[in-house]
């Protein structure tokens, strides 16, 4: 019984070091609302696309580049 209680706390110990990272690397809000705004407009652009598939490919691109707003956002790099 208490080798499977640490088996469990050592699969979840990397997922709590992750959260706590998180949490402890705490950014104003402002940056959050920049990276939401620049989505926003990035999908109002995107839904001009003629084609499905051009639609599609924009959307996918507006999603990486609000990936990358929040990633620099958080790590400030």
Known sequence: MASTLVKHALRLAPVFLVVMM????????????????????????????????ELWAAGIDCELGYVDCVRRALIGR
């Open 22 to 53: 998180v949490v402890g690397a705490s950014t104003p809000a402002a940056a959050q609302v920049r990276c939401t705004q620049t989505l926003r407009e990035c999908y109002g652009q995107a839904a001009t696309r003629q084609s499905v598939w």
